[in-house]
Every structure is written in C-alpha cells, then in structure tokens.
C-alpha cells in the first residue's frame, strides 16, 4: 500500500478532478479518499493592519552604539 498527498479544490457541483502518475496507468486501484477541511484565513485583514503602520517610524530611526571588536587569539 502506498499513499498520495495532495490538496485540492472541489467545484461548485461537488466534483474533484485526480490525475494520478503515469506510471499507474492501465492498473485496477483500491482507494481511500480522506480529507480535511482547509480554513481559510483572511490574509488582507493583515495586509490592512500591516499598511496601518507601515511608515509609522520614519520620523523615529532605530540608531545603533557602534559596538568596538575585540579579537580573541
């Protein structure tokens, strides 16, 4: 027995297209299908707070100490 993992989208009528390798080609398969659900997230609720802030330091520059190296012999 071997496994196949892969995500994929359903159409609205239910329907799921599954191409498998080639070299399966021509062969009789048992399968077991089990899926999960993906949640999808809202990415451009994070997009917007990220814009919101983006530029917020400018007037207000992160500086750094210049830091003396010392060499170990």
Excluded: R, W
């Excluded at 993992?5 to 191409?19: E, F, I, P, R, T």
């Excluded at 949640?39 to 210049?66: R, W």
């Amino acid at each position: 027995m071997q496994s196949l993992n892969l995500k994929a989208k359903v159409d609205a009528n239910g329907k799921l297209s599954l191409q498998l390798p080639k070299a399966l080609a021509n062969q009789e398969l048992d399968l077991v299908i089990v899926y999960q659900e993906i949640i999808q997230t809202k990415s451009e609720d994070l997009h917007d707070v990220v814009d919101n802030f983006y530029g917020c330091l400018s007037d207000d520059p992160i500086l750094l100490e210049e830091q003396t190296k010392q060499e170990i012999a």
